[in-house]
């Protein structure tokens, strides 16, 4: 592919009214419990209506990421300006759900400008459309990581960058986690073709950053679906 012909995406027009700006996300995945009896349809549009009706909760999207793990079905990713927002749909599930919706694994992180590229802002707060396929994982750095000198980490973040100039169509979406849970980042890559989140997993294994990786686990992936589809499955 030539350079003319390479999606690439800038948000430097956008990212510093971001970075001014605090907005905590959410990624929670669900199991269905199928040894429960379903609420029914009533749950499904309670659901619906009830996050719709949550001030300044944004919903991403509804992932369906069953068989891609054998213990996760349903992932909802959710964006808010405070965690209490996010804590509050998060009940909406749990209860309306009446145990048929397990959790499984829930982490909220906050965007913060980027050490030495405060352009580099999380695709979902920059205005991007969601893609068709979502892939998203924690992960923690080298206990030497911080301390490195910063010409010497900045290199090492460049040349991340570079192993991914290729997969402009590709979204990223990093937040910091420090706190809010068990990890230091969450990190969510959305594209149309689930090869091109494959393929640039792979290449960004071969930089001199993957060294001070320390732990990069669970992964979930799948594509986006309906909401009514996906919860009808689920409680219906």
Same mark, same amino acid.
């Given at each position: ?84 927002? $996010?804590?509050? +749909?998060? !009940?909406?599930? %749990?209860? #309306?759900?009446?145990?048929?919706? &397990?959790?499984?694994?829930?982490? /909220? ?38 301390? $490195?000198?910063? +010409?010497? !980490?900045?290199? %090492?973040? #460049?040349?991340?960058?570079?192993? &991914?100039?290729?997969?402009?169509? /590709? ?66």
């Amino acid at each position: 592919m030539s350079e003319q012909e390479r999606p690439h995406v800038d948000h430097s027009a956008v990212a510093e009214s971001i970075n001014a700006s605090v907005n905590y996300t959410m990624y929670a995945v669900f199991q269905e419990h199928r040894g429960v009896p379903a609420p029914g349809e009533s749950a499904v549009a309670s659901i619906v209506e009830d996050l719709a009706g949550i001030d300044g909760l944004v919903v991403r999207g509804w992932y369906d990421v069953s068989g891609f793990r054998a213990d996760a079905d349903l992932l909802l990713w959710l964006h808010a300006p405070v965690p209490e927002t $996010l804590q509050r +749909a998060y !009940r909406v599930l %749990l209860e #309306r759900s009446e145990a048929r919706l &397990a959790p499984v694994w829930s982490n /909220v992180g906050v965007h913060r400008a980027a050490e030495f590229n405060r352009g580099h802002v999380p695709a979902f707060l920059a205005g991007d459309a969601p893609k068709r396929y979502l892939c998203v994982y924690p992960f923690v750095r080298s206990y030497e990581w911080y301390l $490195l000198p910063d +010409a010497e !980490r900045r290199e %090492l973040l #460049r040349e991340h960058g570079a192993a &991914a100039r290729d997969y402009g169509d /590709v979204l990223a979406n990093t937040v910091a986690s420090f706190a809010l849970g068990d990890y230091e980042w969450l990190l969510a890559f959305e594209a149309d073709d689930l090869l091109r989140i494959v393929d640039l997993m792979r290449e960004l294994r071969a930089t001199e950053a993957r060294r001070h990786v320390r732990e990069e686990l669970p992964f979930f992936t799948g594509p986006r679906g309906d909401a009514e589809a996906l919860l009808r499955r689920a409680l219906v």
